[in-house]
């Protein structure tokens, strides 16, 4: 009998726990506790963490997980790493459900980077008015600069003090290409540094960048071991030899 394990994050995993749901398969949706509000789940779901590898290894013993389907963020790299490792000590077939990362079009200005350092290196000396649109877990870098005026936006509002004088928008996406061109306009935005995160709900800002002139400091996906990763839904259900729903 199945009984599967998602480790949640991106929006696709919200359908996929309600196709999961349609199709009667037995499941648990896992959050990793850094939202403090997250979205309502059709199926029963535990937050936070899982202890490690060794954990989340037990977990999967102990609830007699068949199936572990890695649904996170695609940059939460540590907790994609130890679905691996515990599902290949396990013996758990494992499957990523991971949006393909956006491609540059004509008209963007992109300066690639492998990660939040490089990021914050690359921004100009001179003063200016940058949107970080990367999470509250990796602006500090960015107070090695601290000559320019940050807007951030989170999901939640911050409990701690940030490690930078900062404006602080709290809202939750997916956000609007003229949402996104007003924001920008508004607070007069020179530079966006962003994740290549893929998927729709956060790239009208890209576009809205693109409109504008602006130059986006496009973080790189860090490199994760080889696994069987899909991009649909559909693709999740089929390998758990399930139709999907999806339009019906």
């Not at 309600?18 to 309502?40: K, L, W």
């Not at 490690?52 to 790493?81: C, N, Q, W």
């Not at 000559?147 to 939750?172: G, K």
């Amino acid at each position: 009998m199945t009984r599967a394990l998602i480790l949640g994050g991106i929006a696709d995993a919200n359908v996929l726990a309600a196709e999961i749901v349609r199709a009667g398969i037995d499941a648990v949706y896992s959050y990793g506790g850094r939202t403090r509000v997250p979205a309502d789940q059709p199926l029963p779901t535990r937050i936070g963490g899982f202890g490690g590898v060794s954990g989340l290894a037990g977990y999967i013993k102990r609830e007699r997980i068949t199936h572990v389907i890695d649904a996170t963020h695609p940059f939460a790299a540590e907790m994609s790493r130890h679905a691996i490792e515990a599902c290949a000590e396990t013996g758990t077939p494992l499957i990523a459900l991971e949006r393909a990362p956006w491609s540059k079009t004509p008209g963007d200005i992109w300066i690639e980077v492998s990660d939040v350092n490089a990021a914050a290196a690359a921004l100009p000396e001179a003063p200016a008015n940058v949107f970080l649109a990367i999470g509250r877990q990796h602006i500090a870098p960015f107070a090695a600069k601290p000559q320019h005026a940050y807007t951030l936006r989170f999901v939640d509002p911050p409990e701690a003090p940030l490690p930078f004088a900062a404006d602080v928008i709290v809202s939750r996406g997916p956000f609007t290409f003229e949402g996104e061109l007003e924001m920008l306009r508004t607070r007069g935005i020179a530079w966006i540094v962003a994740r290549n995160s893929g998927g729709d709900g956060a790239h009208a800002k890209i576009d809205a960048a693109r409109r504008l002139g602006l130059p986006v400091i496009m973080i790189s996906r860090p490199q994760l071991p080889e696994r069987l990763r899909v991009e649909s839904v559909a693709e999740v259900m089929e390998w758990l030899d399930h139709r999907t729903c999806l339009g019906a």
